[in-house]
């Protein structure tokens, strides 16, 4: 009976290390795509910042007839 509690303790074990190993690499994999969505971010925010002084800087300046 002992050996038999060992042998499924021992099983349990190594399906939990299985899926501590799977969600490792579920967590790895996000935090890639989450370095690279920010980066795509702060390059989206400069472009737009851009974009918002070019049309400030277009208004801010009269036509040339007045």
């Not at 002992?2 to 994999?29: G, Q, W, Y």
């Not at 277009?58 to 007045?66: A, R």
């Amino acid at each position: 009976m002992p050996d038999t509690r060992l042998t499924e303790l021992e099983i349990k074990f190594a399906n939990l290390e299985k899926t501590v190993e799977e969600l490792n690499e579920v967590v790895t994999s996000q935090s890639h795509t989450i370095d690279k969505l920010k980066l795509h971010n702060r390059q989206l925010q400069s472009r737009i910042h851009g974009l918002e002084q070019a049309i400030s800087n277009q208004t801010q300046t009269k036509p040339p007839h007045y």
